[in-house]
T-cell receptor
Framework: EPEVTQTPSHQVTQMGQEVILRCVPI?????FYWYRQILGQKVEFLVS????????KSEIFDDQFSVERPDGSNFTLKIRSTKLEDSAMYFC?????????????FGPGTRLTVL | AQTVTQSQPEMSVQEAETVTLSCTYD???????LFWYKQPPSRQMILVIR??????QNATENRFSVNFQKAAKSFSLKISDSQLGDAAMYFC?????????FGAGTRLTVKP
């Protein structure tokens, strides 16, 4: 069964460094998403991406964040200058086109630790 | 703004028994989607069941079923014949367009 994959599973970085989190969505999906979950808290929507552009973003998704689909398979989230409060689990998700955009399938997540 | 509320931070059930997890949401939309996701200790988000708001029939997936009350904006999850592997955090989620909102989660413990 096709699944969303994410790398790395765990990333440790120093405050102020840039990190890139990578995702490979399900191959025939058209919509891509990033979410984050701070430890012990709810999952929060960051951004959705369709047709090579951002379709929606939350207030969390400020100028330090960016997303990109550099080729036909990868979808990345870049955090330019990490802060301690960026430490969280980051989930990528994807969904298909048409009516099937309703169901988002999540990857296993990347645990980001900012020291 | 759409909000999702899970009023039970923790629930416990005996193995083989039935448990119901509650979820309410707030929206002014009429066509939307609701989901339950399971998050085991590995922290992966696993889709359990989904409900389309325009469908009156409650969704069912094996031992998992929902009680969808659209007028009351209620979407509870029933787990029948609970198994040890059902122990996890369960998140209720609401989706309208590309924006998905999650509840705070209910931690389910299954006692052998």
């Amino acid at each position: 069964e096709p699944e969303v994959t994410q790398t790395p599973s765990h990333q440790v970085t120093q405050m102020g460094q840039e990190v890139i989190l990578r995702c490979v969505p399900i191959s025939n999906h058209l919509y891509f998403y990033w979410y984050r979950q701070i430890l012990g808290q709810k999952v929060e929507f960051l951004v959705s991406f369709y047709n090579n552009e951002i379709s929606e973003k939350s207030e969390i998704f400020d100028d330090q964040f960016s997303v990109e689909r550099p080729d036909g398979s990868n979808f990345t989230l870049k955090i330019r200058s990490t802060k301690l409060e960026d430490s969280a689990m980051y989930f990528c998700a994807s969904s298909g086109g048409g009516r099937s955009t309703d169901t988002q399938y999540f990857g296993p997540g990347t645990r980001l630790t900012v020291l | 703004a759409q909000t999702v509320t899970q009023s039970q931070p923790e629930m416990s059930v005996q193995e083989a028994e039935t448990v119901t997890l509650s979820c309410t949401y707030d929206t002014s939309e009429s066509d939307y989607y609701l989901f339950w996701y399971k998050q085991p200790p590995s922290r992966q988000m696993i889709l359990v069941i989904r409900q389309e708001a325009y469908k009156q029939q409650n969704a069912t997936e094996n031992r998992f079923s929902v009680n969808f009350q659209k007028a009351a904006k209620s979407f509870s999850l029933k787990i029948s014949d609970s198994q040890l592997g059902d122990a996890a955090m369960y998140f209720c989620a609401y989706r309208f367009n590309n924006d998905m909102r999650f509840g705070a989660g209910t931690r389910l413990t299954v006692k052998p």
